[in-house]
């Protein structure tokens, strides 16, 4: 059997093979920004970057943050610079963003605001189309699978109260 090494220490080496691949030190890379949050007392950004098909983690640090000169928000379409690491402490992959540039509206957030436009041309935002929510309700409805926790949980909490 080989020699057992520490969480730290396997992380600590993929690091080295990540940041040893000459062509992960300086990659860019195109998508779409979500789940967008600005950490105003460190200045740092976290976000994912996401495709139709994948998504990674990304952080921009509050120095290369700075230098963006527009603002930033979910469903973006952007182009990042930067290198892809680890983050030892959670073991987890992600991109590291040192520019940012913007490429458009995202297909994903272009396609919300189609459907959006036509619900709305529809009427279905229109006030009159609105009821009112009662402050408790009658009845609720649970989409689950079959094989989901989801229904047994609401059962338990609707029973408790």
């Not at 093979?17 to 979500?34: A, F, H, K, Y």
Request: proline share 2%; charged share 25%.
């Amino acid at each position: 059997m080989n020699t057992a090494i520490t969480v730290r220490q396997l992380n600590l080496y993929v690091k080295s093979l990540l940041e040893g691949d000459r062509r992960l030190v300086d990659v860019t890379v195109t998508g779409e920004i979500s789940n967008y949050k600005n950490h105003y007392a460190s200045g740092h950004w976290y976000f994912s970057l996401k495709d139709q098909d994948a998504t990674i983690r990304c952080v921009m640090f509050r120095s290369a943050a700075a230098r963006v000169k527009f603002a930033v928000s979910d469903g973006m379409q952007v182009q990042l610079r930067g290198r892809v690491s680890i983050y030892e402490k959670d073991g987890q992959y992600q991109f590291y963003a040192e520019e940012m540039l913007p490429a458009g509206i995202g297909d994903i957030a272009l396609q919300f605001e189609l459907v959006k436009q036509k619900l709305s041309a529809e009427g279905l935002f229109d006030a009159e189309s609105k009821r009112p929510l009662p402050s408790f309700p009658s009845q609720i409805a649970v989409i689950t699978s079959d094989t989901g926790a989801a229904e047994q949980d609401i059962l338990k909490l609707t029973a408790r109260h």
